[in-house]
């Protein structure tokens, strides 16, 4: 996991989504085990059987390990909030364990986006954390909050169909707002939209999405 220092101005603007390339467990063949066998049977177990047991990691242990950024360290280390623990969970209810999104949860919330987000197949979320929220002016945040049309054309503009890994990124991308989204960049130093948003933590799997953790709320165009 490589670490980002680099510090930026969280820019005043409205969004969200929760957020989020989905992964699964790997699961460990079981051996159902009779009584012991002769003594001069040797071939209880197949050399296959025992490959398939023993050399079988589990990718769920494996969610952190691509992960990249400076808030990555902010994550819980285990539980539902945790990489593995969102790796199990659809976006949105991924987002809802995560306590550096709960602003963006509750945005989510109101706008009535979380089954849609949850059963998406597939999408890329840029998920701003609660200091981006903060940076707006409160009368602003609340007064868009009550503006269900607005606030989601804001959150959906956050959300890309497929699961973009980070050598994915960079280009000009459709929204489910029906607009664009430009990233530039490489590697794990990106820049998201007109905001210039930065990845805060990025390629982070829930069940059904890529979500990247970003400083900044996204405006539509």
Not at 45 to 50: A, D, H, I, M, V
Not at 124 to 151: G, H, S
Not at 195 to 211: D, F, H, K, S, Y
């Amino acid at each position: 996991m490589k670490t980002n220092t680099r510090g930026r101005v969280v820019k005043t603007g409205l969004a969200t989504l929760a957020i989020v390339a989905s992964f699964s467990l790997a699961a460990c063949g079981s051996d159902d085990s009779s009584t012991p066998s002769s003594a001069g049977d040797t071939s209880s177990s197949t050399p296959t059987e025992e490959s398939s047991m023993t050399d079988s990691p589990s990718e769920e242990a494996d969610a952190a390990a691509q992960v990249f950024g400076p808030a990555c360290d902010q994550v819980p280390a285990d539980g539902d909030g945790s990489f593995n623990g969102m790796a199990t969970a659809p976006v949105a209810s991924a987002a809802s364990a995560n306590p550096l999104l709960s602003t963006l949860v509750t945005a989510v919330t109101k706008a009535g986006l979380v089954d849609t987000l949850n059963s998406a197949d597939g999408i890329t979320v840029f998920a701003p954390v609660n200091d981006a929220f903060a940076a707006i002016p409160p009368k602003t945040l609340k007064a868009v909050l009550k503006d269900k049309p607005t606030l989601t054309k804001i959150l959906t503009h956050h959300v890309i169909a497929g699961q973009l890994s980070p050598d994915q990124l960079a280009g000009e991308h459709e929204t489910l707002a029906g607009d664009m989204l430009t990233v530039t960049g490489s590697g794990e130093d990106f820049m998201i939209g007109a905001e210039n948003a930065t990845v805060l933590c990025g390629n982070v799997p829930t069940a059904n999405a890529t979500v990247y953790i970003i400083d900044t709320v996204l405006m539509p165009s």
